[in-house]
């Protein structure tokens, strides 16, 4: 389906339904790996916790394959558009798909955000739009729960998409709620 810096999205079958299944690169390395091991397990901790119509919906995530190795994987429903590709086909629709798609971005933030969790990646290429219309957040790889953000200190490193990020995290300050906020209006 995909892929990024971080890892590749596949197409999957189970229990009779189409899932999106995410392998970090080098996946069979995690186990030996703390710091990737504890992104894996933040990312599927979030995904669990956030049930909300304009985030993924949560399906699972894999620790071990069949053969008893480690394996890291995440799944979670497929999504059938783009943010592009439904914008672009909805090019001719009223003004009203853009402010419905703003919307449901904004209502998912603020939801992310009570639950106390930053995206810390918001950009087009981590959002999709399902059968119904709705926009909805994917790929947690980067978030991270708010308190813990601001209590990093001297460990902090500058994550998420230069283009899309807030000017005070450019300027090597901590991600905030704020700062998800601007890069949603960029």
Request: net charge negative; aromatic share 10%.
């Given at each position: 389906?995909?892929?990024?810096?971080?890892?590749?999205?596949?197409?999957?079958?189970?229990?009779?339904?189409?899932?999106?299944?995410?392998?970090?690169?080098?996946?069979?390395?995690?186990?030996?790996?703390?710091?990737?091991?504890?992104?894996?397990c933040?990312?599927?901790?979030?995904?669990?916790?956030?049930?909300?119509?304009?985030?993924?919906?949560?399906?699972?995530?894999?620790?071990?394959?069949?053969?008893?190795?480690?394996?890291?994987?995440?799944?979670?429903?497929?999504?059938?558009?783009?943010?592009?590709?439904?914008?672009?086909?909805?090019?001719?629709s009223?003004?009203?798909?853009?402010?419905?798609?703003?919307?449901?971005?904004?209502?998912?933030?603020?939801?992310?955000?009570?639950?106390?969790?930053?995206?810390?990646?918001?950009?087009?290429?981590?959002?999709?739009?399902?059968?119904?219309?709705?926009?909805?957040?994917?790929?947690?790889?980067?978030?991270?729960?708010?308190?813990?953000?601001?209590?990093?200190?001297?460990?902090?490193?500058?994550?998420?998409?230069?283009?899309?990020?807030?000017?005070?995290?450019?300027?090597?300050?901590?991600?905030?709620?704020?700062?998800?906020?601007?890069s949603l209006?960029?």
């Open positions: 389906l995909g892929s990024g810096g971080f890892g590749t999205v596949f197409l999957a079958q189970y229990q009779n339904m189409a899932v999106a299944v995410k392998e970090p690169h080098n996946a069979a390395s995690i186990h030996k790996d703390e710091y990737r091991k504890r992104a894996f933040r990312e599927a901790d979030h995904l669990y916790r956030l049930r909300h119509p304009n985030i993924v919906n949560f399906v699972g995530a894999i620790v071990e394959d069949e053969h008893h190795e480690p394996c890291y994987c995440i799944v979670t429903e497929v999504l059938p558009f783009t943010l592009e590709a439904y914008l672009t086909a909805k090019a001719t009223s003004i009203s798909v853009g402010q419905q798609v703003i919307f449901d971005l904004a209502t998912g933030l603020s939801y992310m955000h009570a639950s106390k969790i930053i995206h810390r990646d918001i950009k087009p290429q981590n959002v999709m739009v399902d059968e119904l219309g709705r926009a909805k957040y994917i790929d947690f790889g980067l978030s991270k729960e708010e308190e813990l953000s601001r209590q990093t200190s001297a460990s902090y490193t500058m994550v998420g998409t230069q283009s899309w990020m807030a000017p005070e995290v450019k300027k090597g300050e901590k991600a905030t709620a704020a700062s998800d906020v601007y209006g960029m």
